[in-house]
């Protein structure tokens, strides 16, 4: 079976042991929980995005086209519109 070696502080490791306790599992059984958890949220934030090969080339053609001479009114007033932050 695969293995994750960690090299840890003493306090870190402690916060971990203790965390784990007051769940009433392993150090092994918290650590897996809780990085099992972190990947999935990952995931769940930021999802891969998968395209049949006809809609990969789309994007590919739509990317690869020339601008449009005219720019979209609504793309000019968003860029021209003052950052959010900047107020």
Avoid: C, K
Avoid at 1 to 23: C, F, H, K, T
Avoid at 32 to 50: G, H, M, T, Y
Avoid at 68 to 87: C, K, Y
């Amino acid at each position: 079976m695969p293995q994750i070696n960690l090299r840890i502080s003493e306090e870190r490791l402690a916060l971990i042991d203790s965390a784990a306790a007051r769940r009433g599992v392993t150090r092994t059984e918290f650590v897996l929980r809780s990085s099992e958890a972190a990947a999935v949220d990952v995931f769940a934030q930021n999802p891969p995005i998968v395209l049949s090969p006809g809609d990969y080339q789309a994007f590919v053609d739509a990317l690869d086209a020339p601008l449009s001479s005219t720019p979209e009114p609504a793309l000019t007033e968003l860029f021209n519109r003052p950052a959010p932050w900047a107020s």
